[in-house]
């Protein structure tokens, strides 16, 4: 029900994802006439509704929201989740909200503070995970190291590396530069030997492949994350118009077509909306709150992903390992 488009991008994107994947059925949690009238045509019996009275707005306080909204779409969904009637959540509502909301109802695992959302961004040679993107805007040292640990354990459930690189991200490489706290993790971080800790990178490093797991807080996650969007959809845009300027232009555009959707495919933000709220016995996806159809498909998609994996059981099992 939130999110800047609400039911009218989230009931198509769940119908497309249902004809996508047959094994799957979809609970659609909000305004059960309002719902039920963007489904109207639809017959499936793999996707139901559940009816709640209050939503999480965008620019609700998210202490607000924890108090005052049990009754919400965004509480009920998790709240589904934790009795097992669903195996993910995906929200694409306002992120502090659902970080606080998640850990209220879901839990988080034994000496984990707070949840934090990673994602994979492409980068040049192999996949670079960040986190925390958005939940935790002011975070210790002590957290920016339980995020460490968290990413190193998604890292090896997903991608079946052993000892993934983790790395704090940072305003220089040198060991004089940054906040205290980064400072500080940093030092805990190479003497605890937990993770395989390979020091600070910088902003341009996220797409270089030099880490597996970049660590930094959500306020600074949050903005690397949105202008590296940005700057792909001005360089995208670009490219297509100095394809359309000329005839000459345009020919050479079609003949590189193929190539061009590749790239698209690799870059789009939209392929790649979904990011995993860790630390939580539960799965949970946020997507962008300005995520179109297609967008909010991928986050359906990385829901799916994820619950058939068993991400939480598999970084739960690794943090017990490591604590």
Known sequence: MSGDLGPTIVVPAAL??????????????????????????????????????????????????????????????????????????????????????????????????????????????????????GANVDCSAEHLCQFAMMGSALVEALEGKSEPRVALLNVGEEDIKGNEQVRLASRMLAEGELVNYIGYVEGGDIFKGVADVIVCDGFVGNVALKSSEGVVRVVMGFVQQTFRQTWYGRLIGWLARPLLADVKRMLDPAAHNGASLIGLQGTVIKSHGNADQIAFQSAIEEAIFEAQKGVPEMINSRLDELM
Not at 68 to 85: H, N, P, R, T
């Open 16 to 133: 497309h994802s249902l004809s996508n994947n047959p094994h799957i059925r979809i609970i659609l949690v909000g305004d059960e006439s309002r719902l039920n009238q963007l489904l109207t045509g639809c017959t499936s019996p793999r996707i139901t509704v559940v009816h709640a009275t209050d939503v999480v707005r965008m620019d609700d306080r998210p202490s607000h929201a924890l108090r005052k909204k049990q009754d919400s779409s965004m509480a009920i969904a998790l709240q589904l989740v934790k009795e097992g009637k669903a195996d993910a959540c995906v929200s694409a509502g306002n992120t502090g909200a659902l970080m606080l909301l998640s850990r209220s109802i879901l839990r988080t695992h034994p000496g984990v503070d707070r949840p934090a959302i990673i994602k994979h961004i492409p980068a040049v040679q192999e996949r670079c995970y960040v986190l925390d993107l």
